[in-house]
């Protein structure tokens, strides 16, 4: 460490608007010289010349042949890219996205000179969060009631739908989705049936609801069918009032949260996006390419189209984050342990340290909108 220190001097670190830093400070002389030599073997290993092979050309043919200047910027770069984030350590920096990097002073057996303008995670002002999330769950009257007509209904539309597409497979399918399977199926059948209330047409066939019927898609006869179904509706009820109490507390703490939010962060909910996108399509079996295409869409249109909600959930994960340091919210090491465990057997590739550090936040995250709804 005390060495890697002795690498640069003069380090100083000028706070800038939108949450950006500017750090500027020079490379040792001495260690310029180090990244000198470094960068002539770097550059010999993959230059070749008439009459030598590539690799094995004598340094100083190299050197006259190529240019000190373009050495000593090899150099700098060399340098830079391997001192930046000690420096960004030294100095306590939580820096975001990519740094832009400039050099101010680069002569061969001098000090080198440079600047670099970072995003830096933001200051965040939060609001009195604890009343906020007490006054929106208030607000929220609902009850997940489930009244017999329901029933019915989404039970003459897994009949039609039974008969219509003559499927097989029922619940077997959805219950890995879902605890019971019906949940997601009758949301899926209301939005794309579009039956209305009374319609019918002169030539339909009434629903034929026997055991038989109820046994094709999983249950033991009508009676469990109909319990099954009035458990996946109330739950699926109970799920949408929650998702409205929690929409609810969090909007309302970011509106009254003061932050500065840096562009970097949402240029990386932006690259998130997109990186979500291209998997879902190619597991759809589709290229990336003939998606935009049959969207008529450029990357540039859908990273427009998608900035608002990357704003929210750059927001979003700032104030939980925040929340969950205030009131020290950290998920105990076996829970951590055993979500990334999980993830890692569907994942076989994932670093475990990493896949431990995204668990970790993710579950803190979980537990402080929790806490929220909660109070």
């Keep these: ?23 500027s400070g020079e490379v040792t002389s001495l260690a310029m010289k180090e990244y000198f030599e470094r960068a002539l073997q770097h550059v010999s290993s993959n230059v070749s ?31 830079l890219r391997e001192l930046y984030p ?40 939060l609001p009195s969060y604890k009343r906020i999330a007490k006054r929106e769950t208030e607000k929220i009257k609902d009850v997940a ?14 009949w039609k739908q039974r008969n219509v ?61 109909r319990e099954k179904i009035l458990v996946g509706l109330r739950q699926e009820k109970e799920m949408k009032i929650k998702e409205k109490k929690q929409n609810a507390i969090l909007e309302s703490i970011i509106k009254e ?17 997109t990186e979500r996108l291209k998997d879902e399509v190619r597991h759809a079996g589709f290229s990336y390419e003939k998606y935009l295409e049959y969207a008529k869409k450029t990357e540039a249109d859908l990273r427009k189209d998608w900035r ?23 998920p105990s090491d076996e829970e951590v342990a055993k979500e990334a465990q999980a993830l890692g057997a569907r994942y076989k590739d994932v670093d475990e340290e990493r896949a431990r550090a995204y668990v970790k936040t993710l579950l803190s995250r979980e537990k402080t909108l929790r806490f929220l709804e909660e109070l």
């Design 1 to 23: 460490m005390e060495e890697t220190l002795k690498q640069y001097q003069y380090i100083k670190v000028k706070e800038l608007p939108h949450s950006e830093a500017e750090i």
């Design 145 to 158: 009631e489930v009244v017999d007509k329901e029933v019915e209904e989404t039970l003459t539309l897994l």
């Design 49 to 79: 010349f008439p009459g030598f092979r590539k690799g094995h050309v004598p340094q100083e043919i190299v050197l006259k042949r190529v240019g000190e200047a373009v050495i000593l910027e090899e150099a700098a770069d060399i340098s």
């Design 165 to 225: 597409h003559e499927t097989t497979n029922g619940l077997t399918s959805l219950t890995t989705s879902h605890p019971n399977g019906f949940g997601r199926l009758t949301t899926g059948l209301q939005t794309s049936t579009n039956i209305d209330e009374g319609e019918k047409k002169e030539d339909e066939v009434a629903p034929n609801l026997t055991d038989e019927f109820a046994r094709s898609l999983g249950a033991k006869d009508m009676a469990d069918l």
């Design 308 to 330: 608002e909600g990357a704003i929210r959930h750059a927001m979003t994960e700032l104030v939980l984050d925040h929340i969950a340091e205030v009131e020290k919210i950290l």
């Design 257 to 273: 949260t003061k932050v500065d939010l840096p562009e970097a962060l949402v240029e990386r909910e932006l690259d998130k996006m």
């Design 86 to 125: 000690q420096i960004v350590l030294d100095e306590k920096l939580d820096v975001v996205g990519a740094p832009k990097i400039s050099v101010t002073k680069l002569q061969a057996g001098e000090a080198l000179g440079f600047t670099v303008v970072t995003a830096v995670m933001p200051k965040v002002s």
